[in-house]
């Protein structure tokens, strides 16, 4: 159980043109997603938190007009970069949460590699 | 939010039990600890969780210290898929969002 895909697994793309991923939980309802990026050799960044229903909750730094977070349902999350350029080029992970509470688990998605051209 | 504090590497030989250990100093005393890990291009896979007494599953065990200030993540047996890099993450809430903030990890290398 507990399961979380993304689509597309990678994707290149020719900058500025947008991109989107999706992330859903497969086998549960996920109130809350949170949106991740992940440099080379580094560790994960939250980027934001997003709850089913309403606006995504960014994290400093993180440009929301860039970064389009879109949770419409309980198990589908999408974010769209916008014009992308080559320095947004990374790898983007989702997870999903049943609840947000500080024993719940977060589920991890297989990760989306974005390579901006 | 409060932060974790690993080694950047550790090796083990297969067959052979890994204690993985984490300081948590600022630790509040409703922040679970969490144990992730990551292959090479995949997500983060979740290993265990817990408050205060130790835990055990089919993937590992935690230990937890009495003052909750430091955990140890024990694999009982390391084989070569338990390469990755393992990440300690405390669970608090910022304004009633529980998020998980990454540190660097611990990147563990098994030797066959």
């Known amino acids: 159980g507990a399961v979380v895909s993304q689509h597309p697994s990678w994707v290149i793309c020719k900058s500025g043109t947008s991109v989107k991923i999706e992330c859903r939980s497969l086998d549960f309802q996920a109130t809350t997603m949170f949106w991740y990026r992940q440099f080379p050799k580094q560790s994960l960044m939250l980027m934001a938190t997003s709850n089913e229903g309403s606006k995504a909750t960014y994290e400093q730094g993180v440009e929301k007009d860039k970064f389009l977070i879109n949770h419409a349902s309980l198990t589908l999350s999408t974010l769209t970069v916008t014009s992308a350029h080559p320095e947004d080029s990374s790898f983007y992970i989702c997870s999903a949460t049943t609840r947000v509470t500080s024993t719940d688990t977060q589920y991890f998605g297989p990760g989306t590699r974005l390579t901006v051209l | ?112």
């Open chain 2, 1 to 112: 939010d409060a932060k974790t504090t690993q080694p950047n590497s550790m090796e083990s030989n297969e067959e052979e039990p890994v204690h993985l250990p984490c300081n948590h100093s600022t630790i509040s005393g409703t922040d679970y600890i969490h144990w992730y890990r990551q292959l090479p291009s995949q997500g983060p896979e979740y290993v265990i969780h817990g408050l205060t007494s130790n835990v055990n599953n089919r993937m590992a065990s935690l230990a937890i210290a009495e003052d909750r200030k430091s955990s140890t993540l024990i694999l009982h047996r390391a084989t070569l898929r338990d390469a990755a890099v393992y990440y300690c993450i405390l669970s608090g809430s910022t304004s009633g969002t529980y998020k998980y903030i990454f540190g660097t990890g611990t990147r563990l290398k098994v030797l066959a």
